[in-house]
């Protein structure tokens, strides 16, 4: 008896809420139908060992139909497909993309998958290290000379196909542009070994190194602090600068920190980010050649 009085406990409101969900179910599935392309990453497990020695797609592209309400968070979803082939051996290997392959919601079906086959050589995996040869195009620009263009680290350790790696004898860097000089003077520019399915076996990314500086300098003061004029709560980015001057050897080591200085100015007082130019004090007999960077974000609090 008691089991029958709650069904019929507020039996109006629990009718109204079925019939909203009827409705929204209704709204949802009746909406118009469309169509549209969703791309899913492709992530191949192989066994140990072994490893891929062609090219694969790294994606997979899924035509899709149904309701735009379903479609719509669909396509905003990350979704992955893991192709096991830990069971598979030494040699040309066949997967099959299935249409179940995705999870999709009620009343979205697949029209299409492209590519819906897949077709990955599998080569016994191997290692060994070989040297980088670091190239350049262009010259540096007049008022600069080239100070340091190197590879780290020099040799590096590479992974990839057995039968690949004994066509490799050295890892050619991308041609460095020596001509477009950054503001810090220095080049940071990742390593690429420009081979597929060929990887880095390093602990930290290999990266090809540059400097230069200016032809009209001949000491450079690094680290030098940055103040703010004014009172105002602030912060900077960065905070230090590298001054590059022109002064006579002996100067140079009497030199102290507090008769240079840099800095900027910021009259501004509302809270905000702001770009300036960094300004800097020298004693006498010292000529400023560069300051690096030249410019500062100032963060006001």
Not at 75 to 91: E, F
Not at 236 to 254: E, Q
Request: glycine letters at 4%; a positive charge; aromatic letters at 6%.
């Amino acid at each position: 008896m008691a089991r029958v009085s709650f069904l019929f406990h507020n039996l109006p409101w629990k009718i109204l809420s079925l019939l909203v969900a009827f409705g929204i179910w209704f709204v949802v599935m009746s909406s118009n139908s469309i169509e549209m392309t969703k791309e899913v990453n492709l992530e191949l497990e192989v066994p140990s060992g072994l490893t891929v020695a062609n090219e694969v797609p790294d994606r997979v592209s899924f035509r899709l139909s149904g309701s735009k309400f379903f479609l719509r968070t669909l396509a905003n979803s990350l979704d992955t497909i893991h192709v096991d082939l830990t069971k598979a051996k030494a040699g040309p290997a066949y997967y099959r993309i299935e249409k179940d392959s995705l999870h999709l919601p009620i009343g979205v079906r697949v029209l299409s998958i492209s590519p819906s086959t897949i077709n990955p050589v599998l080569e016994h995996l191997d290692r060994r290290t070989v040297p980088v040869e670091v190239q350049q195009k262009n010259e540096v620009p007049n008022g600069y000379r080239l100070v340091k263009l190197y590879a780290s680290p020099k040799n590096v350790r590479i992974k990839g196909p057995r039968n690949v790696l004994e066509t490799i004898s050295q890892i050619r860097s991308e041609p460095v542009d020596l001509s477009d000089v950054p503001t810090t003077l220095k080049w940071e520019i990742p390593l690429r070994t420009g081979v597929p399915n060929v990887f880095f076996d390093e602990d930290t990314e290999p990266k090809i190194m540059a400097e230069v500086e200016p032809t009209g300098s001949n000491f450079r003061v690094a680290g030098v602090p940055i103040r703010v004029t004014g009172s105002h709560s602030s912060s900077l980015k960065p905070d230090k600068v590298a001054l590059y001057v022109n002064c006579p050897p002996n100067l140079i080591r009497t030199l102290t920190p507090d008769q240079v200085k840099a800095y900027v100015e910021v009259p501004e007082t509302k809270a905000g980010t702001y770009v300036r130019e960094v300004k800097v004090e020298l004693p006498a007999g010292v000529k400023l050649v560069r300051v690096v960077p030249d410019r500062v974000q100032v963060i006001l609090e």
